[in-house]
């Protein structure tokens, strides 16, 4: 595991994207992992300012994301869809064809599951996977506890997430129970995983994940077993690692 460490938020947030960059340039059918929550907005608002300065080309980029909220519909502000149409997709040249997200209103959420799964099989796999990290290490939404042989599918959030991710919404009731996330096993087989953290409210979750024992308790730390993951931090994140 490797650790960039860098003075402020929006360092952190500008050499994560530089590092997508230069992967999308040397690959530009790359087929990325994407991930969504506060962290990645500095980073993917960075990317559409390459695309817009004619820098950066994602007319044959692929994408996956690591999950969405079980029946919140494309058009919902707080789905994942909105957010990444929002934050990215909407603002650069990729197909829309090419980007994918769990559907969380599939009548048959299982077998969307199942097809999703194969769908990055079909893909190719993914090249880079970007993460953010819960404050209890979850990875997408792979709440602590889950199993390192797990795949995209059905997950219950945690009284935290649900908590935590309330900010977002007007009311914590209206926060779904439910979210459909890939698996531990669906990121471990990204060929690359980068990811990115900020503010001391992670910097536990990090040294857990970085210096603690592989467990499912803390989610992020089965990328210790990753051949080739990076932790982008800023210096609040990084306060609790101990080197
Ligand atoms: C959500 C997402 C995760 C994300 C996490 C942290 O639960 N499912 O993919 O990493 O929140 O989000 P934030 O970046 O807002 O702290």
């Given at each position: ?219 992020a730390s089965f990328l210790q077993e990753h ?11 990084a306060s609790r690692l101990s080197r």
């Open positions: 595991m490797e650790l960039r460490v860098f003075d402020t938020r929006e360092q952190m947030s500008a050499a994560a994207a530089e590092f997508f960059a230069e992967r999308i340039k040397s690959k530009p059918n790359i087929v990325l992992g994407l991930a969504t929550g506060g962290t990645p907005v500095r980073m993917y608002a960075e990317l559409v300012r390459m695309h817009r300065e004619g820098k950066l080309d994602f007319s044959r980029v692929v994408t996956f994301n690591l999950d969405e909220y079980v029946g919140l519909s494309p058009d919902h502000d707080q789905s994942y869809r909105y957010f990444m149409d929002a934050n990215l997709f909407n603002k650069v040249n990729i197909r829309k064809k090419n980007t994918h997200l769990p559907d969380g209103m599939a009548t048959d959420l299982d077998a969307m599951c199942a097809a999703y799964e194969k769908a990055i099989k079909r893909a190719g796999g993914i090249d880079l996977q970007l993460l953010g990290i819960g404050g209890n290490g979850h990875i997408g939404f792979n709440e602590p506890g889950s199993p390192s042989d797990s795949r995209t599918r059905v997950v219950d959030l945690t009284p935290e997430t649900i908590r935590d991710n309330s900010r977002f919404f007007t009311d914590e009731s209206e926060v779904p129970r439910k979210a459909v996330s890939m698996g531990i096993a669906t990121v471990l087989e990204a060929r690359e995983i980068v990811l990115i953290a900020d503010g001391d409210h992670k910097a536990l979750a990090v040294a857990r994940s970085v210096e603690g024992k592989i467990t499912p308790d803390v989610p051949k080739k993951c990076i932790f982008f931090l800023d210096r609040s994140a």
